[in-house]
């Protein structure tokens, strides 16, 4: 049995030795017999999470995002073994090329997708992939544990660090107030999440076995299947580049903005044939399309998870050569040239993260948050501070400070998906300077949510809130859509909080026949009056004592497109991650109190 540490010890033993004096692909058979022998259902082969702290799991968060691929056929015992022939074989440089055909078959074997995906996506990661997990200290028990979840090790690799704050006592905090009426106001448009697929097809099947549909390659849709509609589908597909064109003529005709703020992923969820040529040709595409649709507008971009291939494939400055981010960087300061001064364009080639004045009073922070997430592989060799970004964010902060600017955050993925450690340094650095940082903007999770952060001394007060903004793409059966922030304008004395927001939805039922769309305000939606930190601390009170304004916020944060109700465990999970700026709040949904008898239940969250 593989569930017993004597049966593991012998088999470690057997397969130490046989990597030793016998070639890799004995080594590979060996492998398919413990992938008979442990692929048993999940639940039976390794101990349940404690319920006394309950944590989310690398493959809970891949299922959340849905990529696509069948992570959860992975078992702890089957995942030791995957990650315990890499640590032998690799000691080895001529071993290489048996390990990427190994890891191949497995994920055949473990039907994590089909054979041509799997083929693929281990041709494309291997080289990238294998050159971090040489350079990093990673044991199985390690690498397990980021895989499959703390119930199979522990990832002491992420081990905590902290920044350094300045030795200068915060300012006394000021709650903020409603503007006067008829104060200015600066409307943001915010695109986040397109997602272009080159290869979309009209016609094609949309419910095909590959994690991307919709495309020639999906073959044509079965009497009981789906066919990819004119504008999009309701399906694990993209958009056509049409789509998105309609998209950019329809947020120019409802315009003007005083900017823009972009937060990456332009590329398909192809992420098994995508090549560097190929994402830069989509970058200076979409980029240029903005351009041409916007015209002279300031637009200020973040870096996605997808810009890159392979996918989260962002290695720290430390890398250098043909393996390092500069094909990419030094693109997109190419076609952000326009927009960005070029002291940003130097820290943009650098590390991906930027700083500009995009008005007297106000600074934008542009970050590469691909340095705090868990899927980015490099960070298996160093995941402390990546370029110093954070520590840079703090001298950024602290100027700004000093000189009363007002700072905007904009980013792909939402700090509380983040690192641990990253994430716990975030929500420190948002808590020194709320009085500076009045507005976060994130988006990749494609829904329409928001993140909160409360004062780390109880965890009551509310001191800062991130926007998720909606996705353009469909993916996964969800309409188009795109945000507008009213943000309080350019006066002396401005607090630059973000007065209400505007979400604009392309209804795919009836474009596909006639393109139409709608908007949403929020202020009207929920009767609320402001939109500051406390005003969504209370929301979140609504959401919990009155169910049928939560059920209105689930269908709109789907856009408009959802099959059932949240309700019960669903519930709980949504508003534990509405309350979680930081990751490992997201482990303590049994200990959130909302007053009176009310609080959430303990879920997985």
Same mark, same amino acid.
């Given at each position: 049995?593989? +569930?017993?540490?004597? %049966?593991?010890?012998?088999?470690?033993?057997?397969?130490?030795?046989?990597?030793?004096?016998?070639?890799?692909?004995?080594?590979?058979?060996?492998? @398919? @017999?413990?992938?008979? /022998?442990?692929?048993? $259902?999940?639940?039976? %082969?390794?101990? &349940?999470?404690?319920?006394?702290?309950?944590? !989310?799991?690398?493959?809970?968060?891949?299922?959340?995002?849905?990529?696509?691929?069948?992570? =959860?056929?992975?078992?702890?015992?089957?995942?030791?073994?995957?990650?315990?022939?890499?640590? !032998?074989?690799?000691?080895?440089?001529?071993?290489?090329?048996? &390990?990427?055909?190994?890891?191949?078959?497995?994920?055949?074997?473990?039907?994590?997708?089909?054979?041509?995906?799997?083929?693929? !996506?281990?041709?494309?990661?291997?080289?990238?992939?294998? =050159?971090?997990?040489?350079?990093?200290? /990673?044991?199985?028990?390690?690498?397990?544990?980021? /895989?499959?979840?703390? %119930? @199979?090790?522990?990832?002491?690799?992420?081990?905590p660090w902290n920044v350094t704050l300045p030795r200068i006592p915060k300012p006394p905090v000021t709650p903020p107030t409603p503007p006067k009426p008829g104060a200015p106001q600066s409307r943001v448009l915010f695109l986040t999440d397109i997602h272009?697929?080159?290869?979309?097809?009209?016609?094609?099947?949309?419910? @095909?076995?590959? $994690?991307?549909?919709?495309?020639?390659?999906?073959?044509?849709?079965?009497?009981?299947?789906?066919?990819?509609?004119?504008?999009?589908?309701?399906?694990?597909?993209?958009?056509?580049?049409?789509?998105?064109?309609?998209?950019? #003529?329809?947020?120019?005709?409802?315009?003007?903005?005083?900017?823009v703020y972009w937060t990456g992923d332009i590329p398909a969820h192809n992420i098994w044939s995508q090549t560097r040529k190929q994402q830069l040709s989509e970058l200076t595409v979409i980029t240029r399309l903005i351009h041409s649709h916007l015209g002279?507008?300031?637009?200020?971009?973040?870096?996605?998870?997808?810009?890159?291939?392979?996918?989260?494939?962002?290695?720290?400055?430390?890398?250098?050569?043909?393996?390092?981010?500069?094909?990419?960087?030094?693109?997109?300061?190419?076609?952000?040239?326009?927009?960005? $001064?070029?002291?940003?364009?130097?820290?943009?080639?650098?590390?991906?993260?930027?700083?500009?004045?995009?008005?007297?009073?106000?600074?934008?922070? *542009?970050?590469?948050?691909?340095?705090?997430?868990?899927?980015?592989?490099?960070?298996?060799?160093?995941?402390?501070?990546?370029?110093?970004?954070?520590?840079?964010?703090? +001298?950024?902060?602290?100027? *700004?400070?000093?000189?009363?600017?007002?700072?905007? !955050?904009?980013?792909?993925?939402?700090?509380?998906?983040?690192?641990?450690?990253? %994430?716990?340094?975030?929500?420190?650095?948002?808590?020194?300077?709320?009085?500076?940082?009045?507005?976060?903007?994130?988006?990749?999770?494609?829904?329409?949510?928001?993140?909160?952060?409360?004062?780390?001394?109880?965890?009551?007060?509310?001191?800062?809130?991130?926007?998720?903004? $909606?996705?353009?793409?469909?993916?996964?059966?969800?309409?188009?859509?795109?945000?507008?922030?009213?943000?309080?304008?350019?006066?002396?004395?401005?607090?630059?909080?973000?007065?209400? +927001?505007?979400?604009?939805?392309?209804?795919?039922?009836?474009?596909?026949?006639?393109?139409?769309?709608?908007?949403?305000?929020? /202020?009207?939606?929920?009767?609320?009056?402001?939109?500051?930190?406390?005003?969504?601390?209370?929301?979140?009170?609504?959401?919990?004592?009155?169910?049928?304004?939560?059920?209105?916020?689930?269908?709109?944060?789907?856009?408009?497109?959802?099959?059932?109700?949240?309700?019960?465990?669903?519930?709980?999970?949504?508003?534990?991650?509405?309350? *979680?700026?930081?990751?490992?709040?997201? #482990?303590?949904?049994?200990?959130?109190?909302?007053?009176?008898?009310?609080?959430?239940?303990?879920?997985?969250?």
């Open positions: 049995s593989c +569930h017993h540490s004597a %049966s593991w010890f012998l088999f470690y033993t057997l397969l130490t030795r046989t990597m030793r004096s016998a070639p890799i692909p004995c080594a590979v058979g060996l492998l @398919c @017999c413990v992938l008979v /022998l442990c692929s048993v $259902p999940l639940g039976t %082969s390794f101990p &349940v999470q404690d319920e006394g702290k309950p944590g !989310i799991t690398f493959l809970e968060e891949v299922g959340r995002l849905r990529v696509g691929f069948n992570w =959860r056929n992975l078992t702890c015992p089957v995942c030791k073994v995957l990650f315990t022939i890499l640590d !032998i074989a690799l000691l080895s440089d001529v071993n290489e090329e048996r &390990v990427a055909r190994a890891v191949g078959e497995a994920c055949i074997r473990l039907h994590l997708a089909e054979e041509r995906v799997c083929r693929q !996506i281990t041709e494309l990661f291997r080289d990238d992939f294998i =050159r971090a997990l040489q350079q990093s200290l /990673l044991w199985p028990s390690e690498a397990c544990a980021l /895989l499959v979840g703390m %119930s @199979c090790g522990r990832f002491d690799i992420y081990a272009w697929d080159q290869e979309y097809a009209v016609g094609s099947s949309a419910d @095909c076995k590959d $994690p991307l549909c919709c495309r020639n390659e999906s073959g044509s849709p079965s009497w009981r299947q789906r066919a990819a509609g004119f504008w999009g589908s309701y399906s694990k597909c993209d958009l056509p580049l049409r789509t998105v064109k309609n998209m950019l #003529e329809n947020a120019a005709r409802t315009g003007p903005w005083d900017w002279n507008l300031k637009v200020y971009p973040a870096i996605g998870n997808h810009e890159s291939t392979p996918v989260n494939s962002f290695p720290p400055p430390f890398v250098r050569g043909n393996r390092s981010s500069r094909w990419l960087y030094d693109t997109m300061a190419e076609e952000w040239a326009p927009w960005l $001064p070029e002291q940003a364009l130097k820290t943009l080639r650098h590390g991906g993260f930027y700083t500009v004045e995009v008005q007297p009073g106000l600074r934008v922070v *542009s970050l590469n948050m691909n340095f705090c997430a868990k899927e980015n592989y490099w960070l298996m060799v160093n995941s402390t501070d990546p370029a110093n970004q954070l520590q840079w964010l703090i +001298h950024i902060l602290q100027a *700004s400070e000093e000189k009363g600017e007002r700072v905007h !955050i904009i980013g792909h993925i939402p700090p509380g998906l983040c690192l641990s450690s990253w %994430s716990w340094n975030y929500y420190h650095i948002i808590n020194r300077y709320e009085g500076t940082v009045t507005g976060q903007f994130f988006g990749h999770t494609h829904m329409d949510e928001f993140q909160m952060f409360y004062d780390e001394a109880t965890m009551t007060r509310a001191v800062g809130v991130a926007f998720i903004a $909606p996705s353009i793409t469909t993916y996964i059966n969800l309409n188009p859509g795109y945000r507008v922030y009213l943000v309080d304008g350019n006066y002396k004395g401005s607090s630059r909080f973000v007065l209400d +927001h505007e979400t604009y939805i392309l209804n795919l039922t009836e474009a596909n026949r006639q393109p139409e769309g709608g908007v949403s305000s929020l /202020l009207p939606t929920y009767g609320v009056s402001s939109l500051f930190p406390s005003d969504w601390d209370g929301l979140i009170r609504t959401f919990v004592q009155d169910d049928r304004v939560f059920q209105r916020f689930w269908y709109l944060s789907h856009k408009g497109h959802v099959s059932e109700p949240c309700i019960d465990a669903c519930k709980t999970t949504v508003i534990c991650f509405l309350r *979680s700026g930081r990751y490992d709040e997201l #482990e303590k949904c049994d200990q959130l109190e909302f007053g009176g008898d009310t609080a959430v239940r303990k879920t997985l969250c």
